[in-house]
C-alpha cells in the first residue's frame, strides 16, 4: 500500500508540470477534462487506501483515545498517536536527523479521501464554469499541486516533512485568490490573497520554532517516535513548544481572533478556491492539533486546554454574531466557518475520547457541507453576477428552484439538524465539554458548553434568515430572470456526491466512528 500513497502523491504535482508544459491554448482547451482524470485517478487511489486500511490485519492502524496524562502517554492511549498503515520511511537529511517518513492511519484517511473528493469536484465543476479571464491551465494546475500538498501534510509523518508540505498549499491558494477572484474588485482580491499569504507564513514560522524547541527536548522529528516517547512536563520548553505549535495551527484553522484572513479571502476567492479552503485547507490545522499537539507534549497540552477551549467558545459565538450582521452570502458562509472551526478545537480541548472523535468527525462533515455551501453561492453569483443578498433579491424558489432546495438542505445540515452529518460533531464536542479529561477544570468546561450551547441556537437563526431572506417571498415582486439553466448536469454530478455523503454520515455516524476507538 505504500506504493498507492506514494502514487497519489506524486500523480497531482507531475502531472501539473505536464499541463504547464503544454502549448497554451491546448493545455487551456484540454485542463479540466486532463484535472478530472488526474484527480479521479487520485480518488482512485484513496479509495484502494481506505479499502487496505479497512481490511488490515486487527489492530494495525487504529486510533487509541483516551484521557491525556503521563500514564495514559505511557500505555499509548493517546488521542492522535500514529498507528503506520501504508508506511514509507527514507533516510533524507541525516545531518538534520530528518527522514523522508510518510504513513495514514484512521485519522489522516477520512482527510485524505475528502480532499481528494474535493479536487475532483473543483476540476468537474471547471468542465462549466471556466475564468472569465481564461488561464484555465494555470488554475487546474494549481489545484492539483495544491492536492499534492495537502494529502501530503495528512501522510507526513515526521516534522519537517508536515511544515513542508503544509507550505506547499500557500503560494498556488494566493495565485488562485489572486488571478482569479472576484473580476469586480481587483484590489480587494490582491489584499485578500496578500492578508492570506502574510497570516499564514507567520503561523507557519512561529509553528516551525515549537517543532524545533520539539526536536531539542526529543532529538528527533519523527512523529511516530514521538507517539512513543513525548515530551512530558507542563512548564518551560515543552510549553513554550505547546503554544507555539497551537499558534501557528490556530492561524491555518482558523480560531478567533487569528481568524482576520478568512471572511475576505472566501469573499475574494473563485467557487473553486473557496470549496478548497474552507473543505481541505482550514483542516490542515485542526489535524496538527490531533496529530502533533496532543500526542507529542500531552503534559503541555493539558497546561494549555482551558485556554485554547476558552478561544474556541468566542469563534462559536463570534462567527454567529458576525453571520447575523453579513449581508453577502460568501462573507455569510465564510464566518460561519469560523463558528464551526471553534466547535472543532473545543472539541480536541476537551482531550476526552467524545470530545475528540466529534472534532475529527466534525472536520469531516464541515468539508462536505461547507464545500457544497460554496459550490451553491458560487452558482448564485454565476447566475446574478454578485453575491450581495439585496442585488440577488429574495424569491429565488421561483426563480431557480433546484439551488434553492439544495441551498436549504446545506443550511440545515451546516446548522446541525439531527439526521445529516452537521449534527454528531458538534453534539459529540458539547458532550466532551461535559465530561472532559481528568485534569481539567470541569466546572469551566461546563459554563463552556452552555455558551457553546447558545452558539447553536444563533447558527440556525442565521441560517434560517438566510433561507428566509433568499429563497423565500413573493416572486412578484422580484421579476424573473430568465436563466437559461437552474441546475446544469456538470453541477448536478458534481454536488450529488456531497449531499450523499452529508445524508449517509448523518445516518450512520459509525461508519467513521466505529474506527476511534472510544476507550
Known amino acids: 500500500m505504500n506504493g498507492v500513497l506514494l502514487s497519489i502523491l506524486a500523480l497531482p504535482l507531475l502531472a501539473a508540470l505536464a499541463l504547464w508544459a503544454l502549448p497554451s491554448s491546448t493545455g487551456d482547451r484540454i485542463a479540466a477534462l486532463y484535472g478530472s482524470v488526474i484527480s479521479g485517478l487520485v480518488l482512485a487511489g484513496s479509495v484502494v487506501l481506505w479499502v487496505g486500511y479497512l481490511r488490515r490485519p486487527r489492530g494495525a492502524g487504529t486510533l487509541e483515545a483516551g484521557v491525556i496524562d503521563s500514564d495514559s502517554a505511557d500505555r499509548g492511549e493517546v488521542p492522535g498517536r500514529l498507528q503506520s498503515w501504508a508506511e514509507t520511511d527514507l533516510t533524507w537529511i541525516p545531518a538534520l536527523d530528518v527522514r523522508f517518513h510518510l504513513a495514514v492511519d484512521a485519522i489522516s484517511l477520512p482527510l485524505i479521501l475528502l480532499s481528494a473528493l474535493l479536487v475532483f469536484l473543483c476540476c468537474l465543476y471547471s468542465l462549466r464554469i471556466t475564468p472569465r479571464i481564461g488561464r484555465t491551465r494555470s488554475l487546474i494546475a494549481l489545484l492539483l499541486v495544491i492536492e499534492t500538498g495537502v494529502i501530503g501534510t495528512f501522510a507526513a509523518a515526521d516534522l519537517v516533512l508536515f511544515f513542508l508540505f503544509f507550505e506547499v498549499v500557500l503560494i498556488p491558494m494566493w495565485l488562485i485568490i489572486d488571478v482569479w477572484g472576484d473580476h469586480h474588485d481587483r484590489a480587494g482580491r490582491r489584499r485578500a490573497a496578500t492578508t492570506f499569504v502574510l497570516m499564514t507564513v507567520l503561523g507557519s514560522a512561529v ?48 480560531l478567533w481572533p487569528l481568524h482576520i484572513w478568512l471572511p475576505d479571502a472566501h469573499a475574494k476567492a473563485p467557487t473553486v478556491g473557496s470549496v478548497l479552503l474552507a473543505g481541505v485547507l482550514l483542516k490542515l490545522g485542526s489535524y496538527g492539533l490531533v496529530r502533533i499537539l496532543l500526542p507529542v507534549l500531552p503534559d503541555a497540552t493539558v497546561t494549555i486546554a482551558p485556554y485554547l477551549a476558552g478561544f474556541s467558545t468566542v469563534a462559536i459565538v463570534a462567527g454567529s454574531l458576525a453571520c447575523l450582521a453579513q449581508t453577502d452570502v460568501k462573507r455569510l458562509i465564510a464566518y460561519s466557518s469560523v463558528g464551526h472551526m471553534g466547535f472543532i478545537g473545543l472539541g480536541i480541548a476537551t482531550l476526552s475520547p467524545e470530545g475528540v472523535a466529534g472534532a475529527l468527525f466534525a472536520n469531516i462533515a464541515h468539508g462536505l457541507i461547507t464545500g457544497l455551501l460554496f459550490f451553491l453561492a458560487g452558482a448564485i453569483k454565476d447566475r446574478h ?41 458538534e453534539m459529540l464536542a458539547l458532550m466532551g465539554a461535559f465530561r472532559p479529561a481528568d485534569g481539567l477544570p470541569r466546572t469551566t468546561y461546563l459554563v463552556l458548553m452552555v455558551i457553546a450551547g447558545l452558539g447553536t441556537v444563533l447558527t440556525a437563526a442565521y441560517f434560517l ?25 456538470i453541477e448536478l454530478v458534481a454536488w450529488a456526491p456531497l449531499v450523499v455523503l452529508t445524508v449517509v454520515l448523518g445516518l450512520c455516524p459509525w461508519l467513521l466512528l466505529d474506527h476511534w476507538t472510544l476507550l
Open 385 to 425: 453576477d454578485t453575491s450581495e443578498l439585496r442585488a440577488i433579491g429574495r424569491a429565488l424558489y421561483a426563480r431557480l428552484p433546484r439551488i434553492s432546495v439544495l441551498l436549504t438542505f446545506a443550511c440545515l445540515a451546516s446548522l446541525g439538524l439531527p439526521g445529516l452529518a452537521g449534527f454528531w460533531g
Open 465 to 489: 434568515r438566510l433561507v428566509r431572506n433568499l429563497c423565500q417571498g413573493d416572486p412578484a415582486e422580484y421579476p424573473a430572470t430568465a436563466f437559461a439553466v437552474d441546475l446544469s448536469r
Open 207 to 254: 509553528m516551525l520554532v515549537g517543532f524545533l524547541l520539539v526536536y531539542r527536548q526529543a532529538g528527533t522529528f519523527d512523529l511516530e517516535l514521538l507517539g512513543q516517547d513525548p515530551v512530558t512536563g507542563g512548564h518551560g520548553a515543552a510549553l513554550a513548544a505547546a503554544i507555539l505549535i497551537a499558534l501557528g495551527l490556530a492561524v491555518k484553522m482558523p
